[in-house]
């Protein structure tokens, strides 16, 4: 199957201070990635969809300014954490999608980032 | 918004024994994927089955849909100790392109 990485698996910041999380597709061009966020035990929350060449089209009541989103090549996505604190504490995962024949999409995802704002 | 509900929240049970795990959904879909998620970990994809079939199989794992009940289970056979995992079913809409997730099945196989 495709592979998706990303980087940092953890990071570490402080308050204030600003986070980029790198999301690749290793094996396969995605034109769209998408980037979620999962609270403890909980779901994946959809953030942003990612297309490759324009701009992010974000979920109702997540701010762009805070979550910038770059996607500029066909491999790879960045999510940038501005100003971040405390209660951005939390595990991304991004996605990229893979066209699997018949009019339909497998997504496949990255192994996430856990970010941890002190 | 979170379209998805899966039942049961949690689920344990012996090694050996099958586990059912199920989910609905409120629209109209184009496919439905089933992921595996390892704690602190990425998704796993399992399996997709489109809106025109009723069946899948993969290894220990079987798929159905009922598109006119908006509902779909996945049916681990012979549960192993590493099939501990949480369980997430996700549709994409029709022409839509976003993953709508469910609230997921914790699964807990005892050995």
């Known amino acids: 199957g495709a592979v998706v990485s990303q980087h940092p698996s953890r990071v570490i910041c402080k308050s204030g201070t600003s986070v980029k999380i790198e999301c690749r597709s290793l094996?396969?061009?995605?034109?769209?990635m998408f980037w979620y966020r999962q609270f403890p035990k909980q779901s994946l929350m959809l953030m942003a969809t990612s297309n490759e060449g324009s701009k992010a089209t974000y979920e109702q009541g997540v701010e762009k300014d805070k979550f910038l989103i770059n996607h500029a090549s066909l491999t790879l996505s960045t999510l940038t954490v501005t100003s971040a604190h405390p209660e951005d504490s939390s595990f991304y995962i991004c996605?990229?999608?893979?066209?699997?024949?018949?009019?339909?999409?497998?997504?496949?995802f990255g192994p996430g980032t856990r970010l941890t704002v002190t | 918004s979170q379209q998805g509900e899966e039942d049961p929240q949690a689920l344990s049970i012996q090694e050996g024994e099958n586990a059912t795990m199920n989910c609905s959904y409120k629209t109209s879909i184009n496919n439905l994927q089933w992921y595996r998620q390892n704690s602190g970990r990425g998704l796993v994809h399992l399996i997709l089955?489109?809106?025109?079939?009723r069946e899948k199989h993969s290894g220990r794992l079987r798929v159905t849909l009922d598109t006119s009940k908006k509902s779909s289970s996945l049916l681990i056979t012979a549960s192993r100790a590493a099939d501990t995992a949480s369980y997430f079913c996700a549709t994409t809409a029709q022409g839509a392109q976003k993953l709508v997730f469910g609230q997921g099945t914790r699964l807990t196989i005892n050995p």
């Open positions: 094996d396969f061009q995605a034109t769209t």
């Open positions: 089955i489109r809106s025109n079939e």
């Open positions: 996605s990229a999608r893979d066209w699997a024949g018949q009019g339909t999409y497998e997504q496949y």
